[in-house]
């Protein structure tokens, strides 16, 4: 049996057994181990790294805004809001710290729990274990450090290396924090908008026909409706983009597209705003955009994002009590190919057009994204995320796509969280995985070792700088 | 190359070949390959056992009942009646016996030549190859040993080290060898029943009318139509309870939850009995009817077990002729998220409720029962089973679950056989897998050894009396 | 790090790195690596070897003809007329080669990577690496070698060691290139024909009606309509028999085979030939042929090969521009479990009738093919191709369907391609595949060593003969 080091501290975690693969992948590591991380997709708050304003206490930070460890302590018979969720949320914060050490070995082999644990390691040095009888005192040792400067989120990004962090904003977003970054020349971290118009496009969304008000009336340039419309959302691209956003990211039902033309959009729109439509016009509607979104995308070079297939708020009581992003948004069956045909048609072979499809549904790796990818100039295949952003799923990704489309095809890493201190131990989980696979490539002569030492630093660094022109 | 040593005698057998994993899930294996076996669910018939009939013939006992060796040997060329199939089956069972040894080569490789050669090494101590030169001395032998005292169903129960063996059982059944068997104070198995009721669910069953009848006399309390069904249903749920029952399985075609106004269903109901039904009817009638029997499991406390997505009885000529569980039900895709979820808003977090969800479609697996198991804290994922419940399967399984929802959220391994002989085989290729994937995990620093011996011991044990109410 | 010798060289390419099984799969691989070579299915051109006509440079030879290498180049932003795709394609040989040159570093990780090394190592001994620099250098080389005598196709062929090759061909081919070859006792190769009707079968191609009337007119024997058309398909079989053929290819849309009543398909024919059809006629039209194809095949004994799910042309500009087979066919999922049920019913028990069954997705392997083959004594698992034929999706290929249908239900290699010389590399990676994971059951004692190196040569060379007929 290996010792009982913290896990979290051990050289070679995730690496391969094997030892002579795992002396190569350890090698591969070692080149990308020190490199800045590039974050082109996640959800931090920028007002945080604006105001530097310090984490109130470990549950605040660890838990509460933690969908992957909130749903799972769920899971375990913990009613929501003994986890401080939704809008009445006034549990204590130690109470719910207590919570999540009791259900702490819940999460021995799951990606949360090695997240959690590196932070615990890497960035708190915490030397106690969780567990139920050190809850307390892991709550006070750790809101202990969260009171000292060197916690702070602008310190806390200088230590994690990052180089470039993405937001994900409402398209009526002013980005002042974003400004107040950029100007602030004491800070050099890069932290950069996403234009995120889920909630304007969407038309079963609640406040969908608000919203498209308030998006007409601030940008329209003073057309009504549908020409309204379409304008504000070009002008409001436009506002991010100057404001340094890359990408506009969708996270849309299906993967649908379609080009209907001016005025049946436009007799769809009018529809919608009267709150007359189905949820066919909703899927047709959100379909439709998907095919203006790459049309501006062609236009003003923010490379398009898309993500479907997970049904959203899947359990309504606990919507109802809590609202969103509680934890039961529940992935179904996908198929890109039919669907984005209509966008490809059009977009496909663009000049400059970037289109990274994300899933979470495998099967679409090897049947759909690589052989898309493999064609289209314009499609990149999504790095696995959310369920599967973890070390096995990442390497059946590799896997699955590799074979057919290479390296070349992929977004790169995506953390996609809200969670601002597991950003190092993601981003150094990704690294890990693609020394694994490419030290077994290695290792079974299908790659030379010359080419697996390109090839870990381009999929590390240069690809996501690459399709996210960066 | 190794040695030719009897593979089922290979004390490594199963386990990963790299040295260093291997004697990590050599260790974790230790902890638990003397555990008793659970078997919450299975096809074994109680009459066996409440009787302690002698098995008739090696044929009778290891290839007729045995759907998995049936199909690949009639895939060989061999019709069915010559292996007994049916209810005109009269072959002489030497005759199916070398059927059988004729087509033994063809099991290479397969979970069914694994549990078969480990029952010959471990039950019945056969010191001959299987083959068609030695089907009549292998007959001969396995014939000599069936007569023997050790060799009946109750000493093999005992030497198998059963604790917990759940039978499947029609909801009309009088139970009556369960009670003989609980009332036997020389016999200390537990064998407990399972309601099964989908011939009286499924309207398009060719007998449904008349089971409903049977159902509705016998046990409705004298109300009629569709409350007396309801009642009948409740009541012979209170009598499986009554007689040790823990859980009721349901053999559905789609994963469907519905539910229908009292109104509704009660004219569906009242059309099916007059034969006047839709195929959407149906489906609909069923997905109806898993949301009573879940509402019926929240108040009886019976665990919940569906599984959908087998096209039953696909080749209708062998059907027609041969009867249905004769090796031609093939599965087809499934999802489980929009189907299930009118269930699950009403008693997704019920208290007491256990829902254990299979499939037969492994794309389920980190798509949809992962997060759903890894929010409801009713669900449950079922091991992989029928087709999957082998190495390779069983490794896919763990590694597509475990980085969303960990060990916690899973059903503890399912034997579903109706290989009496075969189930020590089972339990322990199960498991050897459940070693071999913590082993990788603890060799790859993602679990400390300690937790892994833990786990080893919560997977194979306690899991299925947690899960089961056992 | 290993050496930087030449991957392509080294011995143990594709073998498992951990030394045990590499041990294992080495000795197994030595049982094949000399067997000749048995392509039941490829689409090289028969008159190529009639002729025996010298290729005319290295990128016409290697990179035009070739999707895979074609649309990764493509992908990388290069368009398809300066890969001289499509009808106008007159661009410069050497630019072409120089485009490929640049790309080159991108089929790192690939099959086609892999096959290429493979060809440029054993089959041109060239010396340089590819490159930018060295494009006009290794083209040179490459032309240079392939003026000299031995790399003319038939010397080729016999030093491929190729024992059988199949062609894919028009049912009104007269297939005079391959009577020509069996003629001439100079060549010892067998060259055979295989009956390809998808453009007389799917009545959206765009000479459909054209075709027919051609088939008609040409071998219906003077039966009009219908009638004639189902005649001169049965005739056409019989020709193709005469002159060797062993099987029927059949790429359809989707999986559905259906049995409609005779007046019912006449009546559809005939509508269809007056271009009066709408998309479902086609996908029903095409379902009926599959079912006549079957009756055909149980008649005649022709083996009838199926590979539904590949969106055909999916860049329609592209399309329009360049033709199809220019590297945009994309996979979309499929489920064979309802669809093949009607020709089954009739025909998977049939005397003699083997039926092949691809898939482009995944998904199918473990929940349908394995199902499928291991109940009907017709159905045959289609090895992995196209997308598929690749080490790992080849491993997770024999992983997904082993342990329900074991060694004797797959197909053997198929390897479906245009570029004659990268035959020998295919089959050279699909033996090393095949090795390797024999060589992991043999480590972990699922399979004695003795039973392994039966298996190996069954896979490698019994199981195209035996499946196709050979």
Chains 1, 2, 3 share one sequence.
Request: proline share 7%; glycine share 6%.
């Amino acid at each position: 049996m290996p010792s009982s080091l913290s896990l979290a501290a051990e050289p070679d975690r995730l690496l391969p057994a094997e030892p002579g693969v795992r002396a190569i992948a350890r090698d591969l590591l070692s080149l990308v181990d020190s490199l800045p991380i590039i974050s082109p997709h996640g959800h931090v708050d920028a007002a945080v790294l604006a105001q530097d304003t310090p984490f109130p206490d470990p549950a605040t930070l660890l838990v509460t805004p933690d969908h992957y460890v909130v749903r799972l302590i769920h899971a375990s018979g913990v009613p929501l809001d003994r986890l401080n969720q939704g809008p009445i949320a006034n549990a204590d914060p130690r109470s719910v710290w207590r919570e999540f050490c009791k259900a702490w070995p819940l999460f021995e082999g799951t990606a949360s729990g090695y997240w959690i644990r590196s932070e615990f390691e890497h960035v708190f040095k915490l030397d106690q274990e969780i567990s139920e009888a050190t809850a307390d005192s892991t709550f006070d040792a750790l809101q202990s450090r969260l009171s000292e400067p060197a916690f702070r989120p602008r310190q806390l990004f200088s230590d994690f290396n990052i180089e470039v962090l993405a937001t994900t904003d409402d398209p009526l977003d002013d980005l002042q924090h974003h400004a107040a970054i950029a100007a602030d020349s004491t800070f050099r971290g890069r932290v950069v908008p996403t234009f995120r118009p889920d909630a304007y496009i969407n038309i079963a969304h609640p406040s969908w026909v608000e919203n498209v008000d308030r998006l007409i009336g601030t940008a329209g340039d003073g057309a009504a409706g549908y020409a309204g419309y379409i304008r504000a959302m070009e002008n409001r691209r436009r506002y991010f983009v100057e404001h340094g956003a890359v990408s506009a990211d969708h996270g849309v039902r299906t993967p649908l597209t379609l080009k209907l033309d001016r005025s049946d959009a436009e007799k769809l729109f009018t529809r919608a705003r009267c709150g007359e439509w189905t949820p066919e016009d909703r899927d047709v509607f959100e379909a439709h955009m998907m095919y203006e979104m790459a049309r501006m995308s062609v236009q003003d070079g923010l490379v398009m994002t898309i993500h479907p297939g997970s049904y959203r708020n899947h359990h309504l009581p606990s919507f109802e009590k809590f609202g969103g992003d509680t934890g039961h948004d529940i992935p179904f069956p996908v198929s890109y190919t039919e669907a984005i045909r209509p966008l490809l048609q059009d977009f496909g072979t663009a000049q400059d057009f970037h289109l990274v499809l994300f899933t979470l549904d495998e099967t679409v790796f090897s049947r759909e994204l690589a052989p898309l990818a493999g064609f289209y100039p314009s499609v990149y295949i999504g790095a696995p995320w959310w369920f599967l952003d973890a070390p096995d799923a990442m390497l059946r990704f590799r896997s699955a796509i590799t074979e057919t489309a290479g390296f070349s095809r992929s977004s790169g890493f995506i953390d996609d969280t809200r969670a601002f201190c597991s950003i190092p131990a993601r981003h150094d989980a990704s690294r890990r995985i693609e020394a694994s696979f490419l030290a077994r490539l290695v290792a079974e002569h299908r790659i030379s070792p010359a080419r697996a030492e390109e090839l870990i630093v381009d999929v590390v660094d240069r690809a996501p700088r690459r399709v996210f022109k960066l």
